[in-house]
């Protein structure tokens, strides 16, 4: 199967790289996955048909333009769109409708995942200290000590 995964910023992107190579094998064996990564999450527009300026790289912004592309280009192969983004403030089962409206809306809909990080994805990474401190030997003992995790 192959997936095209959209996530709002870089190191999002760089963490769903190593996840999906333990969760999927290797890119190109069994699976084959495509990581999009914009430059930030934005708003779901208003009015879901309308006219967003596809430069900027701002997801919920284009996200009603891309799936129906998705749609469109992929109702004939074996695929499905991932959308991961962070909860920030907002009511977790109300995002999850708002973002579910936008695919009901698509004809014809793509397969879609949507993945909601309920904490900040960058804390995930930073969760394990101990692997910090072994992949980075050199770090300032004060910079990691002073971090707070996500509860």
Known sequence: MHFEVLVEDASGAIMLESFLEKILGSN???????????????????????????????????????????????????????????????????????????????DPKPRTLFRIAIEEMESWLLGDLDAIKKAYPNFKERILDSYIQDH
């Open 28 to 106: 190109g064996q069994e699976h084959t996955y495509k990581i999009h990564q914009y430059k930030g999450i934005g708003r779901i527009p208003k009015n879901l048909k309308g006219e967003t300026d596809p430069k900027k790289r701002i997801l919920l912004d284009q996200l009603p333009r891309i799936l129906r592309g998705y749609g469109r280009s992929l109702k004939y192969y074996n695929a499905a769109v991932m959308v991961v983004v962070d909860l920030d403030k907002k009511v977790c089962t109300s995002f999850k409708e708002e973002l579910v409206n936008i695919l009901d809306d698509c």
